[in-house]
Every structure is written in structure tokens, then in C-alpha cells.
């Protein structure tokens, strides 16, 4: 923090256990008037922890937090909303069902009358450059209109501290420029700013000053501006981790096909798939980049045989039409799949790790008519524990016991164990630290090496540049075609996000 | 002749309908809160005993009904404690709260069975009444079948137009969301259970008073039920709660008409047509399952912590 600037919040030796794992272990953090402060640190660094407390909705084991020099206990995200502490948040904290301007009006202390409101989010919309049309409902929005919702109702009742929530995860490269734009005019205004992110290239433009956590501590205070990506991703992970090389290769035959695939979604507020045409062949990798809410889910459930419903066109897999097939049938063409939710699709919650092997892996010999065999079920567990570094209390540890990261690295792990001619893999790296990323990325090269297909649909581009051979970007449920990486440019793959009309209001 | 059996018809039908407009509309408001409370059953049993008893021993209607509020309403006060306080499952607490009430009220009323009572009496509207055709037609009723038509106003105006309605909303819609807003989920829940309680309450008070002006043992036979069916079935609206109650009625009306028309029907099976019809219907309306999920309280019968 600069010296010209008044103290606006500033936590000391906060501490918060959840059982064994410390969550925050004392962390200290100061922020001025006006300034952006990026929290910087990986999945579990206890970010999101320190988040919660300042904005109420936990409370610290001990430590005290001071606003504007005096010491306060926040109990609740009500108090924290009454200092001037206001958050958006990763997951948005919008009711679909109801009008942009009720969603509004539900987080204002006063009852104001309805034109008065509209005047207001009119006003604040126009002037930050955020365009929200109060009438809308929440559900027929875009997720970067929904976004800009948020920040208007934060606005709205003229915040001293802003805290945003990995705000960028769901925006266009080019949506991202304009949220910078509106945050540079906030903290010019005097609002404190407090950024929490993985990305170091935002962090490094963006942020005057940054906090770096590691494993619920405090590693360093920094200033981004003189760091490097690579210094601040040091700081981050404690090592920098070995790259991965994609080496092209010739590809075989075509393993999945989807042609001219229409699919209307079961869900209320779903993406309906439109005229899906895909091809993944041997040998290869297929990304599939898009920001999220865009048909993912919905592509995912479809190509997984989840979703068979009603549809036009054909779908095939190592060259049989499975359309109609639901998902057992499909593995036995060769599939297998690692969905993006991991405890209750890709792991039963409350079953040991070696149960959860067998719920895929019957084919491997873990079952022989129907009985099953422990002693090859935790054989083959083991193996994946070992291979993918899994760090949990042995193969019969229960499935939801394990940190999102490790259990994600068993589930890719269980499914690249299978050696499937064709791997379905949502979100591959979602919640996992850097290095065990590197390995699982590593391991879907290598199983593409030994001559499988590989269809990896990711919200990372960073990491689709890093492992596709073809990439193809899906915006409100229709594919575009995948073109060679070499191709693509980050510039590139956001024209293709926006879609013909997509970002027009975005 | 046939005017007075119309209007005899339709008389009988709005005062058949209006206990389940009063549960129903109550438990509109708990669902909506996300709140999903099995115990209307129970909690109409125990309002039309307290209503009785009240009845029988003062004579005094008004009386009566405010305690078979207060009695009903204590009822779900001990729901709100059992799920939003300590936890507990919904669907299981309600389910052994309409057995609680049931074995309650039959206890309790073990002595009343058979007593008399007065019936409410229709309300004195001077002049109104002698209009023809429309003063027997819609004058005639009793205070409390004037009062559920207030109800319905009040409850479509505060879901629709108020602030508080909208907080209301909120909460069952997302009540983590509505908490991180600043809003008190608890609070609010608390007050949309008691309010249901409430006016299952005055449904059962109508049971005893006015429909059948005695206490027998379950006398509500089913009626919480189909309160509870109302509600989803109309896809969480008032307006179409109220038709479906109507529509209710009518049947248990004509049904009764056509077994004193001597057809050559099992009684029983007339008996399971208003059931069968109310559904039915019902299900005809709303077959578009978006609209359900739109209209459905996403929060509904799930448990919230603040701290989770």
C-alpha cells in the first residue's frame, strides 16, 4: 500500500481451521482507498476463505479485521453490505426467475418505488458503461450481461470495497478489456478494489498491489508490475512446473462423428444444441474453448449418451451409429468419459476410491459375472493413486473425503486407465493446481500418442493451446468448425466466442 | 325451477371450495418461501377442533375462529422449530405432522363428538340480499367465504406488487443467495410457515362451523391433501388455485347430485370424481414442464444454513 492513500481495510492474523485443514493460516492484508488489490494463489490457497470472511458469511477462528482504522466483527453479509463492502460473485448471485431490477431491488437497504429504481440503474449503468436493461428477466440473459447485473447491484449502493470473485472466468477476452475499463474508473473514484484471480497477465495490468497465498498462508506482498508471469507463478505453486510438448502426428480413423446434431435441452434455463458437427479421429486432440454457459454441459451430456432425448441428425462412435445408445453402451464401443461435475457424475460421493474404479472399470476384470473383485478393484486403485500422484488415505478412502483437485486426478486417471480409443473430458483441470494439471495434461498427450481420440472441452484457452491439435469454439449451442491450433490466436478464438450477434450487448 | 337448482348448485360449490382456498392459498405462501410443509392435513384437524370446541361451548363463530388460528398456527410454529431451527427433513416432519394432528385431534375431541353447535350464519347484507337472481346468487354467503376472496386478493397483490412479496419470492427461489443479500432467510421462512398454519387453521374452523357443523373424528378426510395437490397442480399461482378449489367443489357438488338422482353408479366411485377431475384438469393446464420449472420455488423442501 502507497502512503498517500487513507487505510480502508486491513486483516491481522486471521485464522480459520475447517477440522484438520487450515484454511487461512495467519494471514495479514491491507488495502488503501482506491486501490486494486489482486489476492493471487491457487485452487485451495484459501482465497475464497478470506473472501467469505471479509464479506461475512464466515466467521474467523481469530484475528481481527479493522475498516477504516477501527476494529469490527463482520457476522454477516448483511453488516458487511452496511460498512460498504460489496461482492460479486464467481457463481452469480442472481434469482433467474425474477426481472434484472427486482434482483436489484432485493439487495437495497431503502424500499424505493420502482420508476425511482429504473432512474437509478439507468443512470449508474450509463455512467460505468455497463448497459442492463431493468426490465429483463435474470434467465434470458447472457452470462456477461448477468456479470454486469451484479456489479450494477453492487453500484447501486456506492461501495467503499469492492470484492470480485475470479470476475473474468466467464467473459470474452474482449468483455474482459471493458470490465477493466469500469474497475480502472471505480478505484479512480476512491473504491478499494480487491481481485481475486489465478490469471497473472489481468493481475499484472490490472492490480496496483498483490497478495500471493500458498496452502492457507501468506507467501509475499508484492507490487505485479515488477514481477514476471513466471515470478509470480513461482510464488504461486513454490516451483515452476515442466511444460508439455505436443509433437504432431498423423491421425487414423475417425472415432467420433457428429453431423448436423440438434439436441433442445431437458433443463429450464439450458443451451439447446444446434446443428453439432464434429469429427474426432485417432491420434488426435479436439478442444472445444467457449465461455461457460454456452451449450458445454449440454454438448457434454449428449456426446456421453446422459442426454438421448428427442434430436435430429446421427452421432457416431468408432464408426456405429449410438444416437439412441445411453452411456453403458457407448463405453463399450470404446468410450469413456470424465464429466465436468465430479461427486455425484464423475465419482460416487460416498463410496471408497476403489468401489468408484469399479464403476467404469468392470471391462478391466474388476468384476467377473457380476461379483466383484476387491482384491483387483484396490490393485487397480492403487495404480491410479500412484501414477497420478493422489493424495488421499489409501484406495479405500471415501470418494468425497478427497480435495476437488485429487479427486479429479483420480477420476481422469480411472478413465485414462481404461485405454479408451476415444476420451470425453470436461474441464480436465478445473480446481487442480498447477503441477498436477501438468501431469494430467501430460497423461491425455500421451494417451493420445499411443493413437487415441481425444475431445477436451475447457473454459481454459491457455490450456486447449497447450494440448489441441484442432480446436473449435461452441457459442450459445452451435459449434464452429475446429481449425489447426496453429491457426487460431487468442484474438482469433474471441471473435469466434462472440458469435455473429453475441456480444453486441455484451 | 331450474334458476333455484343453479343457484343451489353454485352456492354449494363456492362453500364446498372454501376451506381449500384458505389451506391452499396458505400453503401457496409456505411453498413459495421454500418452505414445503406436509402437515396442512393436521394442522386443519386441530383448527376445526379448536373451532368446535370454542363454538360449542362460548357460540361465539369469530371466537372460534381465531382459535382454531392460534391452534393451527402453534402447530406449524412447532414444524418451523423441527425443520428451520434444528434441521429437520421437511418431507418427514410434515408427513408426522398430519399423524400428529390426526391422533391429537381425536383425542382431544374424544367428548365432543356428536355436540351441538351453531353454524355460521350468513352475513346480514341489507338490500344486497334482495337483488334478484344475483342476491341469492352471491349475497347470501357467510362472512368467512367473503373473507377467502379477500385472501386471494390480498396474496396475489402481496406475491405480485410488494416488496415483501418479492423478499418472499427471493427466499424460495435461492435462500443462500437471499442470504448473501443481506436478506433474513430465517426470518422470512418463519413467518410464511406460521401464516400457513394460519390459515389452515381457518379452513379447518370452516370445516366445523359451517360445511358440517360438528366434530368428527378426521372430519377433513383428505382435504389437506388436495390443498397440497392445488398447489402444485396450478404451478404455485393463486388464480389458478382458486379454479382448481372451484372446480373442486363443483364436482363434490354434482356428484352429490347425481347420487340423489338414484344413477346406477357405486357412490364410491362418485365419490373419487372430484379427485379424479380436480387433477385431471388440472394437469391439462399446466402440461408444459417449463412453466413448472420456472414457477416451481427452486428452493422448494430443501433446508438451508447460513453457515454451510
Redesign the interface.
Same mark, same amino acid.
Given at each position: 500500500m502507497t502512503a498517500d492513500r487513507p487505510e480502508r481495510l486491513r486483516l491481522t492474523s486471521i485464522c480459520k481451521r475447517y477440522g484438520e485443514l487450515k484454511a487461512n493460516d495467519q494471514i495479514d492484508l491491507a488495502v488503501g482507498a482506491g486501490e486494486i488489490h489482486a489476492v493471487l494463489g491457487e485452487n485451495g490457497a484459501g482465497k475464497s476463505t478470506l473472501m467469505k470472511i471479509i464479506?461475512g458469511?464466515?466467521q474467523p477462528d481469530s484475528g481481527t479485521l479493522f475498516w477504516e482504522g477501527q476494529p469490527v466483527e463482520i457476522q454477516?453479509?448483511?453488516i458487511a453490505?452496511q460498512l460498504g463492502i460489496g461482492?460479486v460473485?464467481q457463481h452469480f =448471485? #442472481?434469482? *433467474?426467475? #425474477?426481472t434484472v431490477a *427486482?434482483n436489484i431491488? #432485493? =439487495?437495497l437497504e431503502a424500499?424505493i418505488d420502482d420508476t425511482e429504481l429504473a432512474r437509478r440503474i439507468t443512470e449508474v449503468s450509463q455512467r460505468y458503461g455497463l448497459p442492463v436493461d431493468p426490465q429483463r428477466l435474470v434467465?434470458t440473459m447472457s452470462v456477461g450481461e448477468r456479470q454486469r447485473v451484479e456489479i450494477v447491484r453492487c453500484l447501486l449502493q456506492s461501495p467503499k470495497l469492492l470484492i470480485m470473485d475470479e470476475p473474468t472466468s466467464v467473459l470474452t477476452p474482449m468483455a474482459v478489456q471493458t470490465l477493466f475499463v469500469t474497475l480502472r474508473r471505480l478505484a479512480s473514484e476512491g473504491v478499494s478494489i480487491l481481485y481475486i484471480s489465478h490469471k497473472l497477465d489481468e493481475i499484472r495490468s490490472l492490480c496496483d498491489s498483490a497478495t500471493v497465498l500458498r496452502g492457507g498462508r501468506v507467501v509475499t506482498h508484492t507490487l505485479p508490475r515488477n514481477e514476471s508471469n513466471d515470478s509470480l507463478a513461482r510464488l504461486m505453486v513454490g516451483s515452476a512446473p515442466a511444460p508439455c510438448v505436443l509433437e504432431l502426428q498423423d491421425t487414423g480413423a475417425k472415432q467420433l462423428e457428429v453431423n448436423d446434431y440438434c439436441l433442445a435441452s431437458p433443463? =429450464?434455463f439450458g443451451v439447446d444444441l444446434q446443428d453439432i458437427n464434429l469429427t474426432v479421429r485417432s491420434g488426435e486432440i479436439v478442444g472445444i474453448a467457449g465461455v461457460s454457459g454456452n451449450g458445454q454441459k449440454e454438448l457434454a451430456a449428449a456426446l456421453s449418451g446422459e442426454t438421448v432425448g428427442p434430436h435430429r441428425g446421427w452421432l457416431r462412435i468408432a464408426g456405429q451409429t449410438a444416437d439412441h445408445q445411453g452411456p453403458t453402451r457407448r463405453r463399450a464401443l470404446g468410450m469413456a468419459f470424465v464429466p465436468e461435475e465430479r461427486l455425484g457424475r464423475g465419482a460416487v460421493p460416498n463410496l471408497s476410491l476403489a468401489d468408484n474404479a469399479l464403476l467404469t472399470g468392470s471391462a478391466m476384470g474388476l468384476a467377473t459375472k457380476g461379483v466383484r473383485r476387491p482384491r483387483r478393484m484396490a490393485a487397480y486403485a492403487r495404480e491410479i493413486i500412484q501414477r497420478f500422484k493422489v493424495r488421499c488415505g489409501g484406495e479405500q478412502s471415501i470418494a468425497q473425503s478427497l480435495s476437488g483437485g485429487n479427486l479429479q486426478k483420480f477420476i481422469v486417471g480411472r478413465e485414462i486407465g481404461l485405454q479408451p480409443k476415444l476420451l470425453l473430458v470436461s474441464q480436465p483441470t478445473w480446481g487442480v493446481d498447477v503441477s498436477a494439471a501438468q501431469l494430467i495434461r501430460n497423461a491425455l498427450i500421451e494417451l493420445r500418442n499411443s493413437g487415441a481420440a481425444i475431445l477436451v472441452i475447457s473454459e481454459e484457452l491457455d490450456e486447449l493451446f497447450m494440448i489441441c491439435d484442432r480446436i473449435a469454439v461452441i457459442t450459445k449451442g452451435r459449434l464452429s468448425p475446429a481449425y489447426p491450433r496453429a491457426q487460431l490466436s487468442t484474438e482469433s478464438i474471441g471473435l469466434l466466442m462472440s458469435g455473429s450477434e453475441g456480444e453486441q450487448h455484451a | 325451477m331450474s334458476s333455484d337448482l343453479f343457484i343451489a348448485i353454485f352456492t354449494s360449490t363456492i362453500v364446498a371450495a372454501t376451506p381449500l382456498v384458505y389451506a391452499a392459498l396458505g400453503e401457496l405462501v409456505v411453498e413459495r418461501a421454500g418452505v414445503l410443509n406436509l402437515g396442512v392435513e393436521g394442522m386443519m384437524l386441530i383448527g376445526a377442533l379448536a373451532a368446535f370446541a370454542v363454538n360449542a361451548s362460548t357460540g361465539h363463530t369469530g371466537l372460534a375462529y381465531m382459535a382454531a388460528a392460534l391452534a393451527a398456527a402453534l402447530l406449524a410454529l412447532l414444524f418451523a422449530i423441527l425443520t428451520l431451527s434444528l434441521q429437520a427433513n421437511q418431507v418427514a416432519t410434515g408427513l408426522a405432522l398430519t399423524l400428529f394432528g390426526l391422533g391429537l385431534s381425536a383425542f382431544l375431541g374424544r367428548n365432543l363428538a356428536g355436540m351441538p353447535a351453531v353454524t355460521l350464519q350468513p352475513l346480514a347484507l341489507p338490500w344486497l340480499r334482495d337483488l334478484p337472481l344475483i342476491g341469492p346468487l352471491l349475497f347470501r354467503f357467510d362472512a368467512a367465504v367473503y373473507g377467502s376472496l379477500l385472501l386471494y386478493w390480498a396474496i396475489s397483490h402481496f406475491l405480485r406488487n410488494t !416488496?415483501a412479496g418479492? !423478499?418472499l !419470492?427471493?427466499v424460495g427461489?435461492?435462500a443462500?443467495?437471499?442470504?448473501?443479500?443481506?436478506?433474513?432467510v430465517m426470518r422470512i421462512r418463519y413467518a410464511a410457515t406460521l401464516f400457513g398454519g394460519l390459515t389452515s387453521g381457518l379452513a379447518g374452523a370452516y370445516l366445523s362451523t359451517a360445511l358440517t357443523p360438528m366434530w368428527v373424528e378426521g372430519m377433513s378426510s383428505g382435504r389437506g391433501w388436495i390443498a397440497l395437490a392445488l398447489v402444485v397442480f396450478a404451478t404455485w399461482r393463486p388464480a389458478r388455485v382458486l379454479l382448481g378449489a372451484y372446480l373442486f367443489g363443483g364436482m363434490t357438488v354434482l356428484q352429490l347430485h347425481s347420487q340423489a338422482l338414484g344413477l346406477h353408479v357405486p357412490s364410491e366411485a362418485l365419490s373419487m370424481l372430484p379427485y379424479i377431475a380436480t387433477i385431471v384438469v388440472l394437469v391439462l393446464i399446466c402440461r408444459n414442464p417449463?412453466t413448472i420449472?420456472?414457477?416451481q420455488p427452486?428452493s422448494l423442501g430443501r433446508n438451508f444454513h447460513?453457515?454451510a
Open positions: 464479506y458469511v464466515t454477516s453479509p448483511a453490505r461482492m460473485f =448471485a #442472481l434469482f *433467474q426467475t #425474477l *427486482q431491488a #432485493l =439487495a424500499d434467465h433443463e =429450464a | !416488496r418479492l !423478499r !419470492r427471493a427461489e435461492s443462500t443467495v437471499a442470504h448473501s443479500l443481506g436478506q433474513p417449463k420449472l420456472l414457477n427452486a447460513p453457515d
